[in-house]
């Protein structure tokens, strides 16, 4: 069963933010939101993730709604090498081995 | 080193050949995955190894016989396969401890079963 659900395909302008949502209204309290990319003929990246607080890095921020039913990945600056298939999943975070399940993704398309 | 490193990058196997697809990573991660995609399709989980043993088989086809000989390599044994298993098989490690589901992958190796 898909825990995640997320829109098939985006398009975005070089240079502009992209904005990926991602509905989890199941998600539980001890579950961790994640996002994976997989750009065409590799394996899949890891991102970011996060419990409840937002949190950024070097490749994105992490918006997670306060009732924790939604979440969105931003990509401040996209560029044409972002354009991947965005997987957004859910996982315990602490568990000493990771299930990752994921959902059918979005395909992100950067366009110049 | 933060690579998992699998070979071969392609395979071509006939129905009643016995190969095997291999993967090594040196990041000192305890937990390593094995996934299998098809075309425009998300991964799919297919077995979890946890300190060199077998923690998860999502009810996999014994065809597929994975195993896990020390703590830096993982090899997955295909026998008798069906051309529906041509696919790209996913490799990835995990820290043990508290590494959660951030995985690293390697680059896949894909399989033609004719």
């Keep these: 069963d898909a825990k995640t659900t997320q829109p098939t395909s985006m398009d975005c302008a070089e240079g502009r933010a992209a ?9 539980s309290g001890n579950e961790y939101v994640y996002w994976y990319r997989q750009i065409h003929s590799q394996g899949p990246q890891y991102i970011i993730h996060g419990l409840k607080n ?3 890095n070097e490749m994105a921020s992490l918006i997670i709604t306060e009732d924790r039913k939604s979440s969105t990945l931003i990509l401040p600056h996209a560029t044409l090498r972002d354009t991947a298939v965005y997987y957004c999943t859910l996982g315990r975070g602490s568990s000493n081995t990771g299930k990752l399940i994921f959902g059918q993704g979005t395909t992100l398309q950067v366009k110049p | 080193d933060t690579e998992v490193t699998q070979t071969p990058k392609h395979l071509v196997m006939g129905m009643t050949n016995k190969k095997s697809l291999k993967c090594e990573q040196h990041m000192g991660h305890r937990a390593m995955y094995w996934y ?3 075309a425009k399709k998300p991964p799919e989980l297919m077995f979890v190894y946890s300190y060199e043993k077998l923690s998860i088989n999502e009810s996999v086809p014994s065809r597929f016989s994975p195993e896990c000989p020390n703590s830096s390599l993982l090899n997955l044994h295909l026998h008798a396969l069906q051309p529906e298993d041509s696919a790209l098989y996913l490799c990835a490690s995990s820290h043990s401890t508290g590494g959660g589901e951030k995985l690293f992958f390697g680059s896949g190796t894909q399989l033609s079963v004719l």
Excluded: A, G, R, V
């Design chain 1, 19 to 27: 904005n990926l949502p991602c509905n989890h209204s199941t998600i």
């Design chain 1, 54 to 56: 937002n949190e950024t």
């Design chain 2, 36 to 38: 299998k995609q098809k």
